[in-house]
């Protein structure tokens, strides 16, 4: 545990001494926010409300989206596959230490300073601009705390999974973005589910992604009662679970895979 | 030898010539790697279809977004991923920028007899250009298909002006951006990801969004050239339609920027030491 504790560390520092580069990729997913911030603005001029949302819960929709999306970003997930790409997962295959584990640990890691910031950021918007009303109770506000915690580690199952393809086929950017797409639509980061058609709606709720965005919004902004929110939830968890043992036996298959270039 | 049998004159016809086989040289290169490109340009077409998906989630909601409908903002979305696309597959050397100066490799153009910008442009290529360029390609097929439009000699002659500037502003911004590794020693070109990203600005009209983004917009980092105003023309908004005369101006302002900060960059340039 203790190993693993250092890791995280580490991979914080990391993140940290290359912290221009970390800033700027944050700032580029932040624009992307403001563009659709507008865009939902101009959409509710008008309009009372659209498909059970009204303009301040769809603010609060931004913003936990927001924040749920910069977890874990391209920043450190390109870290995992760069691993594969240019072969140093070959050191990580000699260390006494569970690849799965270890990159959990390091991906924590730096979730802790991604965070940080865009909780300062989101404050600061939420104050200045937004205006967003919090979760009323205590109980809500603590399920969504444990809601968000386990959309990290939903997350995580999926980029890890996604990150293991990448032995196969050699290509990081291309699997990320694939990733990324498929990601942003069907966790209800592009548009909450109740804007969808029904069918799309069923598709997405059957499969995982769901957790990453669906369910801490849907927890934030009270839409759902208190044992709604438990099994919800619960479910996140059913994938966390899931995911974790794809990967375990994705690296049994990846390992073989394995190219390393040069000596 | 006296120096005038070296001197070389860049004709546009030996640009030209020079471009193509630059370009054929490394077209063979990442042929050896076809896997490779098969995920691009899937992952690019597929990201592109995404975000198409969004705005028809959105306009069977409302139909229309203060003036502009459906076909037309799809149109502005596509121009952006379209021009992205025309960016990489024959621009793509920008994006190598950061390594070309950080690894010293700039050497090896400076020494040529040929412009450095078109070397650079030829540095690379990227497949997942292809994806852009189809889908985009077929959004803004659908776009012009569905909206109404008075096609005439000028208005085709005015539509392909302003098309041409929005592609040259779009590349001319890569360049501009990329510009940065003379400046920002990083291991990631996260500056010009971040400029590129601008470019979600201008997916929807500029008109959403407050004064001082629009301008920044128009002015600063001119995307609104590359999709809001050619939408604007083809589609005949009058309050915005005359902005079209300036797409040229755009695209000479954006280049010119970007070839000033190319060359005070090269003043800076030192090599790498092996």
Same mark, same amino acid.
């Given at each position: 545990?203790?190993? #693993? &504790?250092?890791?995280?560390?580490?991979?914080?520092?990391?993140?940290?001494? #290359?912290?221009?580069?970390?800033?700027?990729?944050?700032?580029?997913?932040?624009?992307?926010?403001?563009?659709?911030?507008?865009?939902?603005?101009?959409?509710?001029?008008?309009?009372?409300?659209?498909?059970?949302?009204?303009?301040?819960?769809?603010?609060?929709?931004?913003?936990?989206?927001?924040?749920?999306?910069?977890?874990?970003?391209?920043?450190?997930?390109?870290?995992?596959?760069?691993?594969?790409?240019?072969?140093?997962?070959?050191?990580?295959?000699?260390?006494?230490?569970?690849?799965?584990?270890?990159?959990?640990?390091?991906?924590?890691?730096?979730?802790?300073?991604?965070?940080?910031?865009?909780?300062?950021?989101?404050?600061?918007?939420?104050?200045?601009?937004?205006?967003?009303?919090?979760? &009323?109770?205590?109980?809500?506000?603590?399920?969504?705390?444990?809601?968000?915690?386990?959309?990290?580690?939903?997350?995580?199952?999926?980029?890890?999974?996604?990150?293991?393809?990448?032995? #196969?086929?050699?290509?990081?950017?291309?699997?990320?973005?694939?990733?990324?797409?498929?990601?942003?639509?069907?966790?209800?980061?592009?548009?909450?589910?109740?804007?969808?058609?029904?069918?799309?709606?069923?598709?997405?709720?059957?499969?995982?992604?769901?957790?990453?965005?669906?369910?801490?919004?849907?927890?934030?902004?009270?839409?759902?009662?208190?044992?709604?929110?438990?099994?919800?939830?619960?479910?996140?968890?059913?994938?966390?679970?899931?995911?974790?043992?794809?990967?375990?036996?994705?690296?049994?298959?990846?390992?073989?895979?394995?190219?390393?270039?040069?000596? | 030898?006296?120096?005038?049998?070296?001197?070389?004159?860049?004709?546009?016809?030996?640009?030209?010539?020079?471009?193509?086989?630059?370009?054929?040289?490394?077209?063979?290169?990442?042929?050896?790697?076809?896997?490779?490109?098969?995920?691009?340009?899937?992952?690019?077409?597929?990201?592109?279809?995404?975000?198409?998906?969004?705005?028809?989630?959105?306009?069977?909601?409302?139909?229309?977004?203060?003036?502009?409908?459906?076909?037309?903002?799809?149109?502005?979305?596509?121009?952006?991923?379209?021009?992205?696309?025309?960016?990489?597959?024959?621009?793509?050397?920008?994006?190598?920028?950061?390594?070309?100066?950080?690894?010293?490799?700039?050497?090896?153009?400076?020494?040529?007899?040929?412009?450095?910008?078109?070397?650079?442009?030829?540095?690379?290529?990227?497949?997942?250009?292809?994806?852009?360029?189809?889908?985009?390609?077929?959004?803004?097929?659908?776009?012009?298909?569905?909206?109404?439009?008075?096609?005439?000699?000028?208005?085709?002659?005015?539509?392909?002006?302003?098309?041409?500037?929005?592609?040259?502003?779009?590349?001319?911004?890569?360049?501009?951006?990329?510009?940065?590794?003379?400046?920002?020693?990083?291991?990631?070109?996260?500056?010009?990801?971040?400029?590129?990203?601008?470019?979600?600005?201008?997916?929807?009209?500029?008109?959403?969004?407050?004064?001082?983004?629009?301008?920044?917009?128009?002015?600063?980092?001119?995307?609104?050239?590359?999709?809001?105003?050619?939408?604007?023309?083809?589609?005949?908004?009058?309050?915005?339609?005359?902005?079209?005369?300036?797409?040229?101006?755009?695209?000479?302002?954006?280049?010119?920027?970007?070839?000033?900060?190319?060359?005070?960059?090269?003043?800076?340039?030192?090599?790498?030491?092996?």
């Amino acid at each position: 545990m203790k190993k #693993y &504790v250092s890791l995280a560390v580490c991979s914080m520092q990391n993140t940290l001494s #290359y912290r221009l580069s970390f800033v700027l990729n944050f700032l580029g997913s932040f624009i992307a926010l403001l563009a659709t911030y507008f865009l939902w603005r101009a959409i509710y001029d008008g309009q009372s409300e659209l498909a059970g949302f009204d303009w301040n819960q769809m603010k609060s929709y931004l913003l936990v989206t927001f924040f749920a999306n910069s977890m874990l970003s391209y920043y450190s997930e390109s870290g995992i596959t760069n691993k594969v790409m240019d072969g140093t997962v070959a050191m990580d295959l000699l260390k006494p230490l569970n690849f799965q584990k270890a990159r959990l640990a390091e991906s924590l890691g730096s979730c802790v300073l991604e965070g940080l910031l865009s909780a300062v950021l989101i404050s600061v918007l939420a104050i200045a601009a937004f205006g967003i009303p919090m979760p &009323v109770d205590g109980v809500s506000g603590i399920l969504f705390a444990i809601s968000m915690l386990s959309s990290i580690l939903v997350k995580f199952g999926i980029v890890y999974c996604t990150a293991l393809i990448c032995f #196969y086929t050699t290509s990081g950017f291309g699997v990320i973005w694939a990733r990324m797409a498929v990601t942003n639509l069907l966790s209800g980061a592009l548009v909450p589910f109740a804007f969808f058609p029904d069918w799309l709606r069923n598709v997405a709720m059957a499969l995982p992604f769901q957790g990453i965005v669906n369910t801490p919004t849907t927890i934030f902004l009270g839409m759902s009662d208190t044992r709604e929110a438990i099994l919800l939830i619960a479910v996140q968890w059913f994938w966390i679970a899931a995911l974790w043992l794809l990967g375990r036996s994705m690296w049994g298959w990846a390992v073989r895979q394995i190219t390393i270039h040069g000596g | 030898m006296t120096r005038t049998t070296l001197s070389v004159r860049n004709t546009p016809r030996r640009i030209l010539f020079l471009y193509r086989r630059l370009f054929g040289q490394q077209l063979k290169a990442i042929l050896e790697y076809s896997s490779d490109f098969y995920v691009m340009i899937g992952a690019a077409a597929f990201t592109q279809i995404v975000g198409f998906l969004f705005l028809w989630v959105v306009f069977s909601r409302i139909p229309v977004i203060q003036g502009w409908g459906f076909w037309e903002v799809a149109f502005m979305y596509a121009m952006i991923y379209f021009s992205e696309g025309v960016g990489s597959l024959f621009f793509e050397g920008t994006w190598r920028m950061l390594r070309l100066v950080n690894m010293g490799e700039l050497d090896r153009y400076l020494v040529r007899p040929m412009p450095i910008v078109l070397q650079i442009f030829c540095t690379g290529i990227g497949m997942n250009g292809i994806g852009n360029i189809a889908i985009g390609g077929a959004i803004i097929g659908m776009s012009l298909y569905h909206v109404d439009i008075d096609w005439s000699i000028t208005s085709v002659l005015s539509a392909l002006v302003v098309l041409a500037s929005a592609l040259a502003v779009r590349i001319g911004i890569n360049l501009a951006a990329n510009c940065s590794a003379f400046w920002i020693r990083t291991s990631g070109n996260a500056f010009p990801i971040m400029v590129h990203n601008m470019g979600e600005f201008a997916k929807y009209p500029i008109t959403i969004y407050s004064l001082g983004l629009q301008l920044f917009l128009a002015l600063g980092v001119p995307f609104a050239f590359v999709s809001f105003v050619p939408a604007a023309v083809l589609f005949g908004k009058e309050d915005w339609a005359a902005y079209g005369w300036l797409s040229p101006l755009a695209a000479a302002y954006v280049f010119g920027i970007a070839l000033l900060l190319l060359r005070i960059g090269l003043r800076r340039y030192e090599s790498s030491g092996n």
